[in-house]
């Protein structure tokens, strides 16, 4: 029988070892709110690696199957995966509602079937689910559930998803996948040929320059709720705000490069996530 305490150990271990822009914000959190973060990390990238990196000789959708059981273990039965036994434990006192899980592994098993995206509205339904649905989980662990917190939660992953999905054009290209919607390609004149090719050309420049004014939006958006939330509610989405300081950075970082996303991934260097986390987190404590 696993302890509850190296099931704990176990997700801890796995989001460190991730190397995530998530893992260092999360040191600011107190330590029960830390470890069902590193829970709730652990749970999607475990659910993640069965899509995309299964095991050997396994069938993702067979992984997929699997984690539903555990998920509904976790709320109902005996889980006996690590992630599900300490998921099982946090929220015997956080009540987050199971469909977010089961939202999020949705999301996650629409990479089995699509890898084009007509529309916006298309790809919106996948960024919430893997995306805005972590952040309405995190507000569970925030203890900040009011209306306009869920709009910056949902707003704020909508943002975080587009960031990835342009940073990460040149991978996702190489696996065959094009996130960004085909609506968008053709009102551009870059064809999915040109992506699949990372074919960087006037046409792609504007492509990219429309894509990120809109997550750059959902970022603006995001703040416009947190400003209006009360200040103890503001707190409480601190490490929130320390994962948009460096996500709505590498943004801008595309930017700069003048959208060259096709050569080295654009990142931020750790030293720069502990110093952007750290600084966000003593401006929440001193006004």
């Not at 040191?27 to 590193?38: D, G, H, I, K, Q």
């Not at 662990?141 to 943002?159: C, Q």
């Not at 503001?234 to 490069?257: C, D, W």
């Not at 931020?268 to 987190?281: E, F, K, L």
Request: hydrophobic share 40%; glycine share 4%.
């Amino acid at each position: 029988m696993m302890t509850l305490s190296d099931a704990q150990a176990y997700c801890t271990t796995l989001t460190k070892r991730s190397g995530s822009n998530f893992y260092y914000p999360l040191l600011l959190l107190p330590r029960l709110r830390r470890e069902a973060m590193y829970t709730v990390y652990a749970f999607c990238r475990e659910v993640d690696n069965a899509v995309d990196e299964p095991p050997a000789g396994t069938d993702p959708k067979a992984q997929i199957t699997h984690w539903r059981a555990e998920l509904d273990a976790a709320y109902h039965g005996h889980p006996t995966h690590p992630v599900t036994i300490s998921l099982a434990e946090h929220n015997r006192r956080l009540n987050i509602p199971q469909k977010h899980f089961e939202d999020l592994i949705a999301g996650m098993e629409m990479d089995l079937h699509n890898t084009r995206y007509a529309t916006f509205d298309d790809l919106s339904v996948y960024c919430y689910r893997v995306a805005s649905v972590v952040g309405l989980i995190s507000l569970h662990v925030f203890e900040t559930l009011s209306p306009l917190a869920t709009r910056y939660a949902i707003d704020l992953g909508m943002a975080f998803q587009m960031t990835n999905i342009l940073r990460d054009l040149r991978s996702d290209a190489e696996r065959g996948r094009i996130y960004l919607p085909l609506e968008d390609l053709a009102r551009f004149g870059y064809r999915e040929s040109d992506l699949l090719a990372r074919t960087y050309n006037p046409n792609f420049v504007e492509l990219l320059r429309f894509e990120c004014g809109r997550a750059q939006g959902f970022y603006t958006s995001a703040r416009q709720s947190l400003e209006a939330l009360p200040r103890a509610d503001q707190r409480a989405l601190t490490v929130a705000e320390a994962f948009r300081g460096v996500y709505s950075r590498i943004l801008r970082r595309i930017e700069r490069s003048n959208y060259r996303v096709f050569g080295p991934r654009i990142t931020i260097p750790r030293a720069y996530r502990v110093a952007i986390g750290v600084g966000i987190w003593l401006r929440s404590r001193l006004t």
